[in-house]
C-alpha cells in the first residue's frame, strides 16, 4: 500500500483517540470500542454515523497494521512539505499524476463499504490474520405473521420459519473444501491491491485475480460454491406483546442472521396483520363494540347484557333518551398492555324494527298521536 494524500491531513492517532506511542494492542482495542459505538446500523437515525464510522475504519486500516503504520509515521515525520508539496499539490479529486517530484496516491482502492461487504473484509494479508477480518453485523431480516384478533390482544408466543443466510456449515464460511483453505493470492501477495511504482509514492488499484480480496480459493465449498454463506430454514421463537396492531411491525433485537468473524447478529423485524373479530374492534387500547338498542330501551332506559372479549358480558346502564351512536365507556374491559388497560368502548345503535305486531302498531300509532313536537321544527322557516 502507497502513502495516500490523507495521510498528511488526517490524524489517525486523533480519530482513535490513541497517544503516538499507543501499543498495536491498545489501537486494536480503541478501534473496536469506536467502531461498535459508530456503526452505521446501529445509528441510523445519524446520517453522520457512517462517515465517523468509516474515518475510524481508515485510521485503523493504517494504524492497526505495523508495516503501514510504521510508513505513516514516517510520511508525517517529513511532513506535508516533503518532497516539495503541501496538500495543494495534489491535483484535487484525479490521481494526482506524476505531478511534483512525481507523487501519487492511492486510486480508489480504499473502499470501506468493500471492507464491509466483503465476506475476508479484504483481509490484505497485511499481517493482521484472521484477528483482522473485520467483524460483520449479520443482515436484518423480515417476516410476516398473521394472528388472530384475539392472539394480538393477549400476546402470544409463536415459532416463525424463516429462511436466511447463515454461515455455510460445510466450510464453517471460509469458501474453502473443508480440508482445503484459501491461499493468498500470488499476483498481489495477498493484499488484494496491486502497485504501480513511481518513485516514493505509488498508484495501487484492486487486485483483478482475486477481486481484492487477497485470497484466491481453488476448491471451493461444494455446499456455498465458495461465498462462505447458505441459505438456511431457521426457526425462531418470538414472543409477541400483548396488544399488537394490525400493519404493526415489530423489531426483535438481535433475532435477525448471525454475524460473521465475531459480528452481532442482525435484527428481526415482524409485520403483524391481525384478523378480524365478529365482534369486536380496536381502538388503539380500546376495544370497541356495537349493541343495538330498542326504541323502548333508548326512550325508557334499561339494563343490557355487554359482551367482553375475556370474561363474563357485564351490565351496561342506558339512560332514558339515550340516542343512536351513543358511547359508553366500561372501565378496564379493554386491552391489557404493560402500560396500561384500556377500556370497552360500547355503541348503542337504536333498532328501528322492520316487522310490527298487530299490538306494536297499535302502541306506535298511539305514540304517533300522542307526539306533539316535532323534532324537525327547527327546520321549518
Ligand atoms: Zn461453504
Ligand atoms: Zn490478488
Known amino acids: 500500500m502507497a502513502p495516500q494524500?490523507?495521510?498528511?491531513?488526517?490524524?489517525?492517532?486523533?480519530?482513535?483517540?490513541?497517544?503516538?506511542?499507543?501499543?498495536?494492542?491498545?489501537?486494536?482495542?480503541?478501534?473496536?470500542?469506536?467502531?461498535?459505538?459508530?456503526?452505521?446500523?446501529?445509528?441510523?437515525?445519524?446520517?453522520?454515523?457512517?462517515?465517523?464510522?468509516?474515518?475510524?475504519?481508515?485510521?485503523?486500516?493504517?494504524?492497526?497494521?505495523?508495516?503501514?503504520?510504521?510508513?505513516?509515521?514516517?510520511?508525517?515525520?517529513?511532513?506535508?512539505?516533503?518532497?516539495?508539496?503541501?496538500?495543494?499539490?495534489?491535483?484535487?479529486?484525479?490521481?494526482?499524476?506524476?505531478?511534483?517530484?512525481?507523487?501519487?496516491?492511492?486510486?480508489?482502492?480504499?473502499?470501506?463499504?468493500?471492507?464491509l461487504g466483503n465476506l475476508f473484509g479484504r483481509g490484505r494479508g497485511r499481517g493482521r490474520g484472521a484477528s483482522g477480518v473485520a467483524p460483520q453485523r449479520g443482515a436484518d431480516l423480515e417476516a410476516e405473521l398473521t394472528l388472530d384478533f384475539e392472539d394480538a390482544v393477549r400476546g402470544m408466543t409463536t415459532t416463525l420459519f424463516l429462511t436466511s443466510d447463515a454461515v455455510c456449515s460445510t466450510c464453517s464460511g471460509s469458501g474453502a473444501k473443508p480440508g482445503t483453505s484459501p491461499r493468498p493470492c500470488r499476483v498481489c501477495n495477498g493484499r488484494g491491491v496491486v502497485d504501480d511504482n513511481q518513485g516514493l509514492f505509488s498508484f495501487s488499484s484492486p487486485c483483478t485475480a482475486c477481486q481484492g480480496r487477497g485470497v484466491v480459493i481453488d476448491d471451493p465449498c461444494p455446499t456455498c460454491r465458495g461465498?462462505?454463506?447458505?441459505?438456511?430454514?431457521?426457526?425462531?421463537?418470538?414472543?409477541?406483546?400483548?396488544g399488537v396492531a394490525d400493519g404493526r411491525r415489530i423489531a426483535l433485537k438481535g433475532r435477525g442472521a448471525p454475524g460473521r468473524n465475531g459480528g452481532p447478529p442482525g435484527d428481526l423485524y415482524v409485520t403483524c396483520h391481525v384478523t378480524p373479530h365478529a365482534l369486536f374492534g380496536r381502538d388503539g387500547d380500546n376495544l370497541t363494540v356495537r349493541v343495538p338498542l330498542t326504541f323502548a330501551e333508548a326512550t325508557l332506559g334499561a339494563d343490557v347484557q355487554v359482551p367482553t372479549l375475556e370474561g363474563a358480558p357485564v351490565k351496561l346502564r342506558i339512560k332514558p333518551g339515550t340516542q343512536s351512536g351513543a358511547k359508553h365507556r366500561v372501565k378496564g374491559r379493554g386491552i391489557a398492555t404493560k402500560k396500561?388497560?384500556?377500556?370497552?368502548?360500547?355503541?348503542?345503535?337504536?333498532?328501528?324494527?322492520?316487522?310490527?305486531?298487530?299490538?306494536?302498531?297499535?302502541?306506535?300509532?298511539?305514540?304517533?298521536?300522542?307526539?306533539?313536537?316535532s323534532p324537525r321544527d327547527h327546520l321549518e322557516g
Open 5 to 115: 494524500r490523507e495521510w498528511f491531513e488526517k490524524d489517525y492517532y486523533k480519530v482513535l483517540g490513541v497517544a503516538d506511542g499507543a501499543s498495536a494492542k491498545e489501537i486494536t482495542k480503541a478501534y473496536r470500542k469506536l467502531a461498535r459505538a459508530s456503526h452505521p446500523d446501529a445509528n441510523q437515525s445519524d446520517p453522520k454515523a457512517e462517515d465517523r464510522f468509516k474515518e475510524i475504519s481508515a485510521a485503523y486500516d493504517v494504524l492497526g497494521d505495523e508495516a503501514r503504520r510504521k510508513e505513516y509515521d514516517e510520511v508525517r515525520r517529513l511532513g506535508p512539505m516533503a518532497g516539495g508539496f503541501g496538500p495543494g499539490g495534489f491535483g484535487a479529486g484525479g490521481p494526482g499524476g506524476p505531478g511534483a517530484g512525481g507523487f501519487s496516491f492511492d486510486v480508489g482502492a480504499d473502499d470501506v463499504g468493500d471492507l
Open 227 to 242: 461465498s462462505g454463506v447458505e441459505r438456511r430454514p431457521r426457526e425462531v421463537k418470538v414472543r409477541m406483546p400483548a
Open 340 to 373: 396500561r388497560t384500556g377500556d370497552l368502548i360500547v355503541s348503542t345503535d337504536v333498532v328501528v324494527p322492520t316487522k310490527l305486531s298487530d299490538a306494536e302498531r297499535e302502541a306506535v300509532e298511539q305514540l304517533a298521536r300522542a307526539t306533539t313536537v
